[in-house]
């Protein structure tokens, strides 16, 4: 309907274009006067992902497919992370890595929608040619075991990703648990990374033990970030955090810098801006929201 109206505007003014530069200008701010109330600021259209777009993409050649599909689940395309999702993996081998599609993956994985940081998973997964299969998970497995130091990480980040997207979830995080507890703080960090990228209210536990205990401030402070924003977490299960969260901030020999990391952890799962570092007063704001 705005549509219509706007269109019925511009046609009503096309003679004071083309007269002189005064009624032009004259004409313009009148359009603006009549068409401004007609939308809410910041408001736009948010057209679906439907039969049209997905034409248009699966025209593309395949590294443009790719690219063009998960930068508009990147622009919130209502069901193109969707489509990125379940199509991905029979895109493995028919693209390449480039610049471009690394920044795509990246900004996707850093997306406030888990659906975006799924399509971005899927992604990553097919530009590695890795399945999600079991067999998947007996082949990065294995070569963690055969090369600790080179592929440890890696493997680990990857048996991760295939995790999350359901595939033999109680073995893997067994695997991602037992790598907490390795002597290599680097390897520490990514299985702290894996597990927030696993995701799954089972981890929580974990990774709350992690930031309480943890002897390394890099390892620790990546566990509060799992908690707090990145990884596969729902907010539901990011509430499940919240009393072990708190209780680090209102422990009277946690480090300062760890309570510190505690509060910016808990304002950003519950929303909470207004209060200090105080625990009794953030104490008394999650009880009345029954978060304690």
Not at 97 to 114: C, F, Q
Not at 125 to 134: G, M, Q, T
Not at 201 to 219: F, N
């Amino acid at each position: 309907m705005k549509r219509w109206l706007l269109l019925l505007l511009g046609l009503a003014t096309v003679g004071a274009f083309a007269a002189s530069p005064a009624l032009r200008s004259a004409a313009i701010m009148q359009l603006r006067s009549i068409a401004e109330p007609l939308f809410e600021k910041g408001a736009s259209t948010e057209p679906r992902f439907d039969a049209f777009y997905a034409g248009m993409v699966e025209s593309l050649p395949p590294q443009e497919k790719v690219e063009h599909a998960l930068e508009l689940a990147i622009n919130r395309r209502e069901g193109a992370s969707e489509y990125v999702m379940q199509n991905a993996q029979a895109w493995r081998g028919t693209f390449k890595p480039t610049d471009r599609l690394k920044t795509l993956i990246n900004t996707a994985g850093d997306s406030p929608l888990i659906e975006v940081r799924m399509a971005s998973f899927e992604v990553y997964l097919a530009e590695y040619d890795l399945e999600k299969s079991v067999a998947q998970v007996d082949r990065l497995l294995q070569q963690m075991a055969n090369d600790p130091q080179g592929s440890g990480a890696w493997a680990l980040w990857n048996v991760a990703i295939i995790g999350a997207r359901g595939v033999d979830r109680e073995r893997i995080h067994r695997e991602l648990l037992s790598a907490l507890h390795t002597g290599d703080e680097s390897l520490r960090r990514w299985a702290v990374d894996a597990l927030a990228k696993f995701g799954g209210v089972e981890s929580i536990a974990p990774l709350l033990d992690v930031a309480g205990r943890e002897k390394s401030a890099i390892v620790r402070e990546r566990a509060f970030c799992a908690l707090a924003q990145s990884g596969t977490f729902h907010v539901a299960e990011r509430y499940e955090a919240v009393p072990g969260l708190y209780a680090i901030a209102a422990d009277a020999n946690a480090d300062r810098q760890s309570v510190a990391w505690a509060y910016q952890a808990l304002r950003e799962i519950t929303g909470i801006h207004d209060l200090q570092d105080d625990a009794v007063q953030w104490h008394a704001r999650l009880g009345e929201a029954n978060l304690l």
